[in-house]
């Protein structure tokens, strides 16, 4: 059983099974370090019905944001989100493999198996999703648009935060729920320390820039 594991034919199968590993590994020390892995990929993760802005060669946008709801983009933490990906394409994987052993001595072609799983794994993620996505705080009724982050005061949670060098901050917002986002000063003289407060005044491409709370009392 553990040389099934091993098999060629399984190696998209425990690429995945790695790569999940190393996502909880991840968010394992982020934590101990008072951070948050699952927070950084929100912040940088371009998926929100919302944000989606598509206009290059007339592209319907309407249908990439039909694309990202199905599939929940747009209602899971992004984390959560490939952990089920990666978990049902793993899993799959290797019931499609086992099961093909033991009917035909053979496991699936390798230009079938991993694209056949693929997609399989994307439909069970959307309906898993869609389930899981009402058990997490991130309820449309309760969640903030960027225009929302700005005036925000938030605390920074890494140790040095320069223009340039952005670091881990965090704010609770109206309804209770903490977000995490990746700031940088405003000023290039400025730097921020772990503990300080800041105000977000403007979204950059990765981050958001922001003034020491003192410079707005």
């Known amino acids: 059983m553990i040389d099934f594991l091993f098999f060629e034919s399984n190696f998209p199968y425990l690429i995945a099974l790695g790569l999940l590993l190393i996502l909880g590994l991840f968010e394992g020390l982020a934590l101990l370090l008072g951070l948050s892995f699952a927070g950084l990929l929100d912040d940088l993760s371009p998926f929100s019905v919302d944000s989606v802005d598509i206009d290059a060669n007339g592209l319907n946008t309407g249908g990439v944001s039909s694309l990202i709801g199905w599939l929940c983009l747009d209602r899971l933490p992004l984390l959560i989100w ?23 001595s053979t496991t699936l072609p390798a230009y079938i198996g991993p694209i056949t799983t693929f997609a399989c794994s994307l439909y069970l993620t959307a309906k898993i999703g869609a389930r899981f996505s009402n058990m997490v705080p991130q309820l449309e009724s309760s969640a903030l648009s960027e225009d929302a982050f700005v005036g925000q005061k938030a605390v920074i949670l890494s140790t040095i935060v320069k223009q340039g060098s952005a670091g881990e ?31 977000l005044v403007e979204k ?14």
Request: charged residues 10%.
């Open 82 to 104: 490939l952990v089920l990906l990666l978990a049902s394409f793993s899993i799959l994987g290797y019931t499609f493999n086992y099961t093909a052993m033991s009917l035909m």
């Open 169 to 199: 901050a965090s704010f609770v917002d109206e309804h209770q729920q903490k977000h995490y986002v990746m700031v940088e000063p405003l000023e290039s003289d400025q730097e921020f320390t772990n503990g300080q407060t800041v105000v």
């Open 204 to 217: 950059a491409i990765n981050s958001w820039k922001a003034i020491p709370y003192q410079a707005v009392i």
